[in-house]
């Protein structure tokens, strides 16, 4: 059910005939942007004026007459120069809100032509401990991939782990030079981190690729041995995985996020390597460079190297044997990259180099974000100025939302409490992050996330509990009402406009995969939450003053809860029936 379809469509019948393409005028047509002007607005006339050489108004009301308003929508009105504001017919509203009652779907159609996206996302490096940078990633992709889902298309979840990088030759020096055998035995990754920056501090420079110390040769020696399949390394290097990888994926149970599809690394990619060099070199895509390095050049100043002069594949390398492999592989018609916004460029070059080697006909996209920053607007780091773990910001999540609950509700079994607090704590970190326009960077506060007012998940969560309560009060079972859906009446504006933003579910999950940015929907379910709520205040529910009032607006109230439910969980978000 897609109410702006719907009114386009009539607009796309009615302009056949006046314009040789309405598709750029139907496209015109948008939600109004305040009530008083109807629930839609076509500003197409005065772009069709200029077109055909009119007059905007005579033209809005020759199109007026031209549309089928059949009982979808009142006769519009021409506003101004030739704004023309169009009203659903509110008997349509409630004819329509009640259809979708008995509707898992809650109206929303799946989409008619079905695609497959690869998703690429979280793709952490192995060896180090998940810190808040992955956060955004993780979410964000988790989010796209159930929207997309939800919408009936087809998505293949990838975890690129950074599992064969040159932070490999440093853990491989460091391991062989500097462990702590005990310290390994009983906290792999820990003490992983640990030689790892032991081993960067010695090295001293920020990039390690271009340090020239013995002990930056040595790291790159061992990486070099790695590749080549040397096997001491290649069995230290099985040894650190299990580890690595179960400390990642119990950061994923715990955030509620589900197992990938695939979790090919770059190792995986590592023998295909050679054939993707030599390929680029043939298609002249790639060119000889200094010293027996191989290049692409993208303009002067703007080269990606993808082999080095010692004859190490690079980042860029193992992106482009990736996309050959999902081309072959899941056959997809978009690849998607939720990686933060320092690695553009690396993006925009890679999309090139796949363009001049060939690739064509899918889409590519970075999907860029911002950084999450601390009090003092610079990236979030500990007290102690390191990067903050994400388990540990997990679990202080968690302990937040332990508060929410406790101050609430003390009189929940432990148990539940437990899980209300983790549904509060998570949830609520989640939605802060997806609300933003994903390309900002935003503040870090639990205090802020966790607010019982505003745009949180808090909020969400508790608008969808005392919803529920309702029927908990009065001993209703919604069931029954979906099964059997009573007549609604939109006698009031309250009414109206709340059964209007119901149907505006499609609409607004639509809008968000259009751009892949999730804030559509936390932007579409802060509207809700604000209609219900001027629903709830000006109509009484239960003590309504008609038996068949109070039945059309439970069922509003179900919906709402419905609807609310099933946005956060696209999300990732998870609702409880108490808090
Ligand atoms: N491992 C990389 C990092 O942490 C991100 C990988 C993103 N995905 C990709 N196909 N390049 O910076």
């Not at 006769?75 to 504001?85: H, L, Q, R, S, V």
């Not at 929303?108 to 793709?123: C, G, H, L, P």
């Not at 979790?263 to 460079?289: C, I, M, Q, R, T």
């Not at 956060?568 to 108490?578: A, C, D, N, W």
Request: aromatic residues 8%; hydrophobic residues 40%.
């Amino acid at each position: 059910m897609n109410l702006l379809h719907l009114i386009q469509a009539k607009f796309r019948t009615a302009l056949t005939g006046l314009v040789p393409d309405p598709e750029p005028y139907v496209a015109m047509i948008k939600a109004a942007q305040d009530a008083k002007h109807g629930d839609y607005q076509a500003n197409c006339a005065m772009a069709l004026a200029k077109a055909l050489g009119k007059k905007p108004r005579e033209i809005a009301e020759d199109l007026v007459n031209r549309l089928q308003l059949c009982d979808l929508l009142e006769k519009p009105e021409i506003a101004g120069p030739g704004f023309i504001n169009l009203r659903l017919q509110s008997s349509w509203l409630a004819k329509t809100v009640q259809s979708i009652a008995n509707d898992d779907r809650l109206g929303v159609e799946k989409a008619q032509a079905v695609k497959t996206y690869v998703i690429d996302y979280s793709s952490p490096n192995v060896a180090k401990p998940l810190h808040v940078g992955h956060l955004r990633s993780t979410i964000i992709g988790d989010a796209l991939t159930r929207l997309l889902r939800f919408l009936g298309h087809t998505v293949v979840t990838d975890n690129h782990l950074g599992d064969w990088g040159t932070q490999f030759g440093i853990l491989l020096y460091g391991y062989k030079n500097l462990r702590n055998a005990d310290a390994y035995k009983k906290d792999p990754v820990r003490e992983l981190t640990r030689i790892y920056l032991e081993v960067r501090r010695l090295i001293g420079v920020e990039d390690e690729d271009e340090a020239v110390n013995p002990i930056a040769e040595a790291c790159r020696a061992e990486t070099a041995k790695l590749h080549k399949g040397d096997p001491e390394n290649v069995a230290i290097w099985q040894d650190f995985m299990p580890p690595c990888l179960e400390e990642i994926h119990a950061i994923y149970r715990k955030l509620g996020v589900p197992p990938f599809d695939h979790e090919h690394g770059e190792s995986f990619y590592n023998p295909l390597l050679p054939g993707v060099v030599d390929s680029l070199l043939e298609k002249k895509v790639a060119e000889p460079g200094d010293g027996g390095a191989i290049i692409i050049r993208f303009s002067e100043n703007n080269v990606a190297l993808v082999r080095k002069r010692d004859g190490a594949f690079t980042y860029t390398t193992s992106d482009l044997a990736t996309i050959q492999y999902r081309l072959k592989h899941f056959k997809p018609q978009a690849m998607l990259y939720v990686v933060d916004f320092r690695q553009s460029q690396h993006f925009a070059n890679l999309f090139e180099a796949a363009r001049r080697w060939g690739v064509s006909n899918v889409e590519l996209t970075h999907i860029s974000f911002g950084s999450v920053l601390g009090p003092d607007k610079r990236p979030i780091k500990t007290r102690e100025g390191g990067a903050v773990e994400l388990g540990s910001l997990i679990d202080e999540a968690i302990q937040q939302g332990r508060q929410v609950v406790d101050a609430n509700s003390p009189e929940l079994p432990d148990a539940e409490r437990a899980e209300v607090a983790e549904a509060i704590g998570i949830g609520a970190v989640k939605y802060a992050d997806l609300c933003q326009n994903r390309t900002s960077d935003y503040i870090f506060s639990f205090d802020k996330m966790m607010a019982m007012e505003g745009n949180t998940g808090t909020y969400m969560q508790y608008a969808y509990v005392r919803n529920r309560g309702i029927f908990r009060k009065a001993a209703i079972d919604p069931l029954t009402l979906r099964k059997n859906p009573p007549a609604v009446a939109l006698d009031t504006p309250y009414e109206r406009a709340l059964a209007l933003q119901l149907l505006k579910l499609e609409e607004s999950l639509l809008s968000a995969v259009a751009d892949y940015q999730p804030s559509a929907v936390t932007a579409y379910l802060w509207d809700l939450a604000k209609t219900y709520s001027g629903f709830f205040q000006n109509c009484p529910v239960i003590k309504a003053e008609s038996d068949a009032v109070k039945q059309s607006r439970l069922l509003l109230c179900d919906l709402t809860a419905r609807v609310l439910q099933q946005c956060l969980e696209l999300l990732g978000i998870k609702t409880v029936e108490r808090m």
